[in-house]
């Protein structure tokens, strides 16, 4: 493999990789693309689960640590309800091989990661629903009152991409993101943070 300038020069720094880090760096690689497969699809759940029991029983135990981390690392707040099935499947099954293994209190981990996401989601669908629910009924107050009579029914589609535009824009939607993120931001971090630790004992 070749090395990059910088890393070359680190290496003079803090001398040549010992045996054990060059196998890790080696099986890191191939790690890289074992998960590429997985994420793309042209890997599934049981292969992989193959693939890394094979890895453990020509002793290389730390595929199964390295993995779990990995798909850990992959885990958003905003990821796709597929895409943390895809992670969480993963996860569960590497524990399976692992000879101390926790399968259930890690299943129970990844269900807060769940409840979590869903927390997160309902509050935000919540406040966004209030606020539009207030600008549409300022906004039909204010469309009557100016045509002097009932709404039409094709006002009201123009009515309705005003009240999406003006609830994405106001003041009050934007102050709600930003908090929003950052809480659960925050928790989900720290959650991920406990996680990465138990595994990498």
């Not at 009924?137 to 991409?161: C, E, M, S, W």
């Not at 824009?169 to 930003?178: D, G």
Request: with cysteine.
């Amino acid at each position: 493999m070749e090395l990059s300038p910088l890393a070359r020069e680190k290496l003079a720094k803090i001398g040549e990789l010992t045996e054990d880090e060059k196998t890790r760096l080696k099986y890191s690689e191939q790690l890289t693309s074992l998960l590429a497969e997985y994420f793309t699809g042209e890997l599934s759940c049981d292969d992989l689960w193959r693939e890394l029991q094979e890895h453990k029983n020509a002793g290389r135990g730390f595929m199964l640590r390295d993995t779990q981390l990995r798909l850990l690392e992959a885990m958003r707040l905003s990821s796709s309800d597929k895409d943390i099935e895809k992670l969480h499947r993963g996860l569960l099954a590497v524990e399976t091989l692992k000879d101390d293994g926790d399968y259930v209190g890690l299943e129970n981990e990844l269900k807060f990661i769940d409840d979590l996401r869903r927390q997160y989601r309902e509050e935000r669908d919540k406040t966004y629903d209030r606020i539009k629910a207030d600008i549409e009924r300022r906004v039909r107050l204010a469309a009557q009152q100016l045509a002097g009579q009932a709404v039409t029914k094709g006002a009201a589609i123009d009515i309705q991409g005003s009240v999406e535009a003006t609830a994405k824009a106001s003041p009050e939607w934007k102050s709600f993101v930003a908090r929003h993120e950052n809480t659960y931001g925050q928790r989900f971090k720290e959650h991920i943070a406990r996680m990465r630790e138990k595994l990498n004992v």
